[in-house]
């Protein structure tokens, strides 16, 4: 019957002990089953040699002591695992490894007790493909580009990269995704709910993408935004304006959207709106857009308050509809006015030319934001008629 004498060695730092040693011993065997491991003859896994005494001095210990002479037997060291021979492929992730299963602390000690260590292989199933954003599958060709962000897909991809930098960190969704929703929203003016559906966000992280990148988006493409010098303006002039308006500097209008304020009612279009003042040159760059009025504000009172008749010059011609009442006020400055009669219906864009978010109802959280809104919307007009090269250092 095995039993323990509470024998120990006496190695510092080992805990190999008697007790460890009548459990083994009662396992049974793998190689002469049924037969137990003290029953076999197989190697013991240790064994325990006593101390010599006084009378069994040997060369290596001529003066014996309890513990080698230290003055407490060592603290025992528990057990652990340890991860050993990772593989990482060139995804990152890990396809197979080796982990260590059993080892024991105190084999350190005895070099001559190692035995082979125990592993198990284990294989994962391969990484999964990186998933296409929504830019991704949504703008293949120039055609859906200019559908959904009133741009070229080119222009679209440069865009990005120059916004790339100020993307948000706590956003999970790619910044191309984040453009991509902002533009949408100004240039089809789709609801939030579909928003949240294409791009498979909640409602809330719309709304904060939305705020975050109209202001990002319309501080850096404000230089896309230029006064033209005349020398310019003439150079790109259509053959029309050549032939009949060749003085002509900008054409200028007045151009209301429908919004959620009270207080801009408007009794012209029965509804709430905002009223500013658009000056583009002749060959349709938009070269000044004042802040949003209220839809009761005149044509007169927005063009003395919006800071457009400072941007003129004695000798300019400003063209301008019949209903345009500010002829004193260009006289003044020696700048001359051409009132012309627009045949309106032959003037209307077309539903692939218009940003809809400037013609439709406005939500009420982004009326704050109506002023950068337009400003953007400028800017992309101004993109998309190949006036400007967006690798020119705008931003």
């Given amino acids: 019957m095995l039993w323990s004498s509470g024998t120990t060695c006496a190695v510092h730092g080992c805990t190999y002990k008697q007790t460890q040693l009548n459990d083994w011993l009662k396992l049974e065997c793998f190689d002469h ?32 002591k309890l513990f ?30 080796d982990i260590v299963l059993f080892q024991r602390t105190a084999m350190e000690d005895h070099t001559y007790s190692k035995g082979p260590i125990i ?9 999964p493909e990186r998933s296409l954003s929504v830019a991704d599958v949504t703008l293949k060709d120039d055609a859906d580009c200019l559908l959904y962000t009133g741009i070229p897909l080119l222009e679209f991809n440069t865009l990005v990269s120059r ?25 089809q003016n789709f609801v939030i709910a579909d928003l949240a559906r294409r791009f498979k966000r909640s409602p809330g992280q719309v709304s904060k993408t939305l705020t975050f990148w109209i202001d990002v988006i319309a501080e850096h493409t404000k230089d896309l935004i230029p006064l033209l010098p005349r ?26 959207g429908v919004d959620s304020i009270t207080e801009s009612y408007s009794h012209y279009y029965a509804n709430n709106t905002v009223k500013y003042l658009v000056a583009p040159a ?17 044509d007169r009172f927005i063009t003395q308050n919006s800071g457009f008749l400072d941007h003129l010059r004695a000798g300019d011609e400003v063209m301008g509809d019949r209903g345009f009442t500010i002829r004193d006020l260009l006289e003044e400055r020696n700048v001359r006015l051409v009132l012309t009669a627009f045949p309106h219906k032959q003037c209307q864009l077309t539903n692939e030319q218009v940003y ?28 998309r008629g190949k006036f400007f090269d967006i690798n020119d250092e705008l931003f």
């Avoid at 240790?46 to 001095?57: A, G, I, K, L």
């Avoid at 060592?74 to 060139?90: G, S, Y």
């Avoid at 592993?119 to 990484?127: D, I, Q, V």
């Avoid at 809809?356 to 800017?379: E, F, G, H, W, Y």
């Fill in 33 to 64: 089953k049924p037969k137990s491991k003290s029953e076999c003859s197989c190697q013991r896994w240790y064994s325990f040699h006593r101390t010599p005494n006084d009378d069994e001095q040997t060369r290596d210990n001529p003066y014996p």
């Fill in 68 to 97: 080698l002479g230290y003055e407490r037997p060592p603290e025992k060291r528990c057990r652990f695992c340890r991860r050993v021979d990772r593989h990482v492929t060139r995804t990152g992730m890990l396809t197979s490894f």
């Fill in 119 to 127: 592993t198990c292989g284990m294989t994962t199933s391969p990484a």
């Fill in 163 to 187: 916004l790339q930098g100020f993307a948000p960190t706590s956003s999970t969704m790619p910044v191309v995704d984040q453009i991509l929703l902002t533009l949408m929203k100004l240039r």
């Fill in 231 to 256: 020398e310019t303006i003439k150079a790109t002039m259509p053959q029309v304006f050549q032939e009949n308006f060749s003085n002509t500097t900008c054409v200028t209008d007045c151009t209301e």
């Fill in 282 to 298: 002749p060959s349709g760059i938009v070269m000044f857009i004042s802040e949003a009025y209220c839809g009761k504000c005149s």
């Fill in 356 to 383: 809809k978010i400037l013609s439709q109802t406005v939500l009420i959280s982004l009326v704050p934001k109506i002023d950068n809104i337009r400003k953007i919307c400028a800017a992309l007009v101004n993109l």
